[in-house]
């Protein structure tokens, strides 16, 4: 990765087999976006409109940046990070100059993909209490969302928690248009999540069918922890001379003990 000005730009590393579950959303995403961005042709045949704009919602922790670093792997795009919570700490208008520079630098190196994470914190709905003083910020975004529609090598993909706090200008057509719900793991999901997160590791099989089952509320952020742990008392039990190098289901038991889950019903229920 290159550091441009705050921002890095590069190709992550990040695959879709980095994406436990969400078949779903990689198959509309590889749709869109391959359509957009390498057959335009096709879509101008088809009378479709190329895709500018995703945004992915869903609960916290669920793979949201996951998903927006394997579309630009995909596509072997730049990846431009944008954190709305930290672009909201340096103000309105330092804010509004931020983004006018990102989406120059995306220009400059396309094919590029532009992610703003929690765009609710600066993208507000402008007649909300705190509307007003993002106005110029939404409108910056609105221009320059305006201005790449020309353009079929960069994409902006935004992410919230909160979809209902999000200016409802930014979701018109043309803009972020395509809104793309990520949902919370279930069991199955789980399952293929701890399997990704286990990796190469040594794991007793039912200790992960076990840990799907009983992981109800846990996000995908929830495993990786979870998986974290467990190896790591996988870890000091075998350097206290335990000669069972596999993680166990005990040292998932332990980890459970540690990690809770952060997705609760009221917090669900949201969605
Ligand atoms: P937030 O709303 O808090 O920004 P998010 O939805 O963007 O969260 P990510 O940052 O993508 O979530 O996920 C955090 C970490 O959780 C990832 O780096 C990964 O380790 C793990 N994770 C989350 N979802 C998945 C998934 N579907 N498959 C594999 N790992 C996952």
């Known amino acids: 990765l290159r550091t441009y000005g705050k921002a890095q730009v590069g190709i992550p590393e990040t695959t879709w087999d980095d994406v436990g579950d969400l078949e779903e959303v990689k198959e509309t995403i590889n749709k869109y976006v391959i359509a957009t961005m390498q057959r335009r042709d096709i879509l101008e045949k088809l009378g479709i409109e190329p895709i500018h704009g995703i945004l ?6 669920v793979g949201k940046t996951l998903v927006a670093k394997a579309t630009a792997n995909m596509l072997k795009a730049n990846f ?6 930290e672009l909201a700490r340096v103000g309105p208008e330092r804010a509004a100059a931020v ?12 094919p590029a993909i532009i992610f703003i994470d929690e765009i609710d914190s600066v993208a507000p709905p402008r007649d909300s ?10 409108s910056q975004l609105l221009t320059e969302m305006d201005g790449i529609r020309g353009l079929n090598n960069v994409i902006v993909i935004a992410a919230t928690n909160r979809p209902w706090f999000v200016d409802p200008a930014l979701l018109r057509p043309g ?10 793991p279930n069991r199955d999901a789980r399952h293929e999540i701890i399997r990704i997160h286990v990796k190469n590791a040594e794991v007793e099989e039912e200790a992960i069918n076990w840990v799907a089952e009983v992981t109800e509320g846990y996000s995908g952020a929830d495993l990786a922890a979870l998986v974290r742990e467990a190896k790591m008392r ?13 993680i166990t289901r005990e040292d998932f038991e332990y980890a459970l003990g540690k990690v ?12």
């Open 56 to 61: 992915l919602f869903g609960p916290p922790g």
């Open 80 to 85: 431009i990070e944008l954190n709305g919570a």
């Open 99 to 110: 983004v006018k520079d990102v989406f120059n630098m995306a220009r400059d190196n396309a």
């Open 129 to 138: 209490p705190i509307g007003g003083v993002w106005s110029g910020v939404i």
């Open 175 to 184: 803009r972020f248009d395509k809104v793309i719900y990520i949902p919370p």
């Open 234 to 246: 996988a870890l000091d039990r075998v350097l206290s001379g335990d000669t069972n190098i596999r």
């Open 260 to 271: 809770r889950p952060s997705l609760s019903k009221e917090v669900l229920n949201q969605y």
